[in-house]
């Protein structure tokens, strides 16, 4: 599902931006809009990334059903 569309849903992933590589979403969490943006700001800098992240511009995330 779009980053956008799963903002209000529960994920279904740890999210982990790096640096520093503590989780900012839980499996069981919420995701809320400024996460989104945090983790889409984090993979867009130049060595940043987010561990369990679909895709490298954390475009679209795992939600529960």
């Known amino acids: 599902m779009s980053a956008r569309e799963a ?4 994920s279904a992933d740890t999210l982990a931006a790096y ?3 503590i989780p900012n979403v839980l499996p069981g ?11 889409r700001r984090t993979a ?4 940043g990334h987010v561990r369990g992240a679909l895709d490298l511009g954390v475009t679209r ?3 529960v059903a």
Not at 7 to 10: F, H, K, L, S
Not at 44 to 47: D, I, R, V
């Open 61 to 63: 995330l795992r939600v």
């Open 7 to 10: 903002v209000g849903r529960i």
């Open 19 to 21: 640096p520093p590589g």
């Open 44 to 47: 867009a800098a130049p060595n």
């Open 29 to 39: 969490e919420v995701i809320t809009a400024e996460a989104v943006r945090f983790l």
